[in-house]
C-alpha cells in the first residue's frame, strides 16, 4: 500500500523556468515530509523538509508547500538550472515511529 | 570520508547463497536505517537501528532477513537463502538524532547493488 505517491514519473523544464514537483500522501498520522534528490549510482540527498505545523519551508531556490487539508505536498524549484536534473523523491514520517515513507520518484530534466 | 559507506557496492551471488552487506554511517551518528530500493521504486524501509538496538524492525520482509549493529556504529545486513525477488539497491543512511525535526535528516550512503541470480 504505497502511502505516498508521486503521479508524475517524468518532469521536463526549461533552464530558469520554475520546476514544480507534486506529491500526495493518504496518512494523515505523517506530520514531517522531506525532499530528496538523487543522482544515478549515488544516494539519496536530503533536500529540504517541512513540519506539519508550517505550510510553507523555503531555502534558496527550493520552497516547499504543505496542504494538510488536500494532503499534498509541493516543490518548487526557481530558477531551474541544468544542475537541478535528478530524480526527486518526496518522503514522510509519522509523530511516532522512526519509518520514512517515500514516494516513487520524480525525474527531473532541466534543459539548457 | 565523512559521508555513509556502504560496502561491497556491487554484489553478485547465487540463488540460495547467504550474503552480508556493510554500512559506516557518519561519525555520531546515533540512528541507522537501511532501505531496500526495487527498480522504479522508492526506498523502502527495512529496519531502523537507536544505538545496538534495532528499534524497529517492522520492514523486513521475511526471518531470512537480519541485521546487527554490536556497538552503534558500523551495521551489517545480512541476507539467509537469498532469492532472485531479494535483487535491489540496498541503501543505508545515518542521522544525528531520531528525533522530529532539525538534525533528524538522514543522510545516505550510496548503496549496494545485490544481484541474485
Known amino acids: 500500500d504505497q502511502q505516498v505517491k508521486q503521479n508524475s514519473p517524468s518532469l521536463s523544464v526549461q533552464e530558469g523556468r520554475i520546476s514544480i514537483l507534486n506529491c500526495d500522501y493518504t496518512?494523515?498520522?505523517?506530520?514531517?515530509f522531506l525532499w530528496y534528490k538523487k543522482y544515478p549510482a549515488e544516494g539519496p540527498t536530503f533536500l529540504i523538509s517541512?513540519?506539519?505545523?508550517?505550510d510553507k519551508n523555503e531555502d534558496g531556490r527550493f520552497t516547499v508547500f504543505l496542504n494538510k487539508s488536500a494532503k499534498h505536498l509541493s516543490l518548487h524549484i526557481v530558477p531551474s538550472q541544468p544542475g537541478d536534473s535528478a530524480v526527486y523523491f518526496c518522503?514522510?514520517?509519522?509523530?511516532?515511529?522512526?519509518?520514512?515513507?517515500f514516494g516513487t520518484g520524480t525525474s527531473l530534466t532541466v534543459i539548457p | 570520508g565523512a559521508g555513509v559507506s556502504q560496502t561491497p557496492s556491487n554484489k553478485v551471488t547465487e540463488k540460495g547463497k547467504y550474503v552480508e552487506l556493510r554500512c559506516d554511517p557518519i561519525?555520531?551518528?546515533?540512528?541507522l536505517y537501511w532501505y531496500r530500493q526495487s527498480l522504479g521504486q522508492g526506498p523502502e524501509f527495512l529496519i531502523y537501528f537507536q544505538g545496538t538496538g534495532a528499534a524497529d524492525d517492522s520492514g523486513l520482509p521475511n526471518d531470512r532477513f537480519f541485521a546487527v549493529r554490536p556497538e552503534g556504529s558500523v551495521s551489517t545486513l545480512k541476507i539467509q537463502r537469498t532469492e532472485r525477488g531479494d535483487s535491489a539497491v540496498y541503501l543505508c543512511?545515518?542521522?544525528?538524532?531520531?528525533?522530529?525535526?532539525?538534525?533528524?535528516?538522514?543522510?545516505f550512503g550510496p548503496g549496494t547493488r545485490l544481484t541474485v541470480l
Open positions: 496518512n494523515s498520522m505523517f506530520d514531517y
Open positions: 517541512i513540519s506539519s505545523i508550517k
Open positions: 561519525s555520531g551518528h546515533t540512528a
Open positions: 543512511a545515518s542521522s544525528l538524532t531520531s528525533s522530529p525535526g532539525q538534525g533528524n535528516e538522514q543522510f
Open positions: 518522503a514522510a514520517k509519522k509523530d511516532t515511529g522512526n519509518q520514512f515513507y
